[in-house]
C-alpha cells in the first residue's frame, strides 16, 4: 500500500537549517508530484512546496520562497526539504503528501515530522 | 496568489443534520478545489477533488459542488465519525496552491 513517512525534524535555533526526508513505498515515485505542507500547533494548513514528478518544476509558498528548497532522488525513492534561515514562525508539523498525477491535489499523506524553532 | 476564504471557522450541529460549508476563491479558479477531512492528532484525508468528485471509499454521504469562486462541500446527514475538522484547497496552478483555514465541526 502507498506509504510515505517523514523524517529528518527536530529543535533548532533561529537562523539555522534543518533537512526534512520522505521515504515513499508502494507506488512509482518517478511518476509523481510531491508537496510538502505544515501545520502550526493549532493552527490551519499551508502548503509549503510541489516538485513536479520529474523535477523539472518546482514551487513554493510565499513565506518559505528562498529559504527552503525541495528536491527528490527517485533512485532511493526520497523527497527532500532542506530548510535555511529558520525563524520561530516556521515551527509545525511538516508533513509529506502524494500528488494525484502531477494535478495538484494531494491523495496520500504522511503523519509528520515535528520541526521547532527555539533558542 | 490566490486566497481561499472559508466558512464558518466553527460549526455546531448534531447527529442526522445537514451540514454546508463554504469556500470562496479570490478569483475563478474553474473547478480545481479539493476538500479533506482532519481528526485530532491525525493526517488529513482526501474527502473530494475537482470541486465534485468523491475520492474512492469515502461515504456517499459527502458532497461538493460548484465552479468559478464559489464552492461548497455538504454532508448529507452527519454521523459520529464526521466531528472533524474539514479544509478546502485551490490546485488552479503549479505556481502555488492554498488551503482555506478550516472549519470545525463540533456536536451540538
Known amino acids: 500500500q502507498v506509504q510515505v513517512v517523514e523524517s529528518g525534524g527536530g529543535v533548532v535555533q533561529p537562523g539555522g537549517s534543518l533537512r526534512l526526508s520522505c521515504a515513499a513505498s508502494g507506488f512509482t515515485f518517478s511518476d509523481y508530484g510531491m508537496h510538502w505542507v505544515r501545520q502550526a500547533p493549532g493552527k490551519g494548513l499551508e502548503w509549503v512546496s510541489f516538485i513536479r514528478y520529474d523535477g523539472s518544476y518546482k514551487s513554493y509558498g510565499d513565506s518559505v520562497k528562498g529559504r527552503f528548497t525541495i528536491s527528490r532522488d527517485d533512485s532511493k525513492n526520497t523527497l527532500s526539504l532542506h530548510m535555511n534561515s529558520l525563524r520561530a514562525e516556521d515551527t509545525a508539523l511538516y508533513y509529506c503528501?502524494?500528488?494525484?498525477?502531477?494535478?495538484?491535489?494531494?491523495?496520500?499523506w504522511g503523519q509528520g515530522t515535528l520541526v521547532t524553532v527555539s533558542s | 496568489d490566490i486566497q481561499m476564504t472559508q466558512s464558518p471557522s466553527t460549526l455546531s450541529a448534531s447527529v442526522g443534520d445537514r451540514v454546508t460549508i463554504t469556500c470562496r476563491a479570490s478569483q475563478s479558479i474553474s473547478s480545481w478545489v479539493a476538500w479533506y477531512q482532519q481528526k485530532p492528532g491525525k493526517a488529513p484525508k482526501l474527502l473530494i477533488y475537482k470541486a465534485s468528485s468523491l475520492e474512492s471509499g469515502v461515504p456517499s454521504r459527502f458532497s461538493g459542488s460548484g465552479s468559478g469562486t464559489e464552492f461548497t462541500l455538504t454532508i448529507s446527514s452527519l454521523q459520529p465519525d464526521d466531528f472533524a475538522t474539514y479544509y478546502c484547497?485551490?490546485?488552479?496552478?503549479?505556481?502555488?496552491?492554498?488551503f482555506g483555514q478550516g472549519t470545525k465541526l463540533e456536536i451540538k
Open positions: 484547497q485551490q490546485y488552479n496552478s503549479f505556481s502555488g496552491y492554498t
Open positions: 503528501a502524494k500528488d494525484r498525477d502531477d494535478i495538484g491535489f494531494l491523495d496520500y
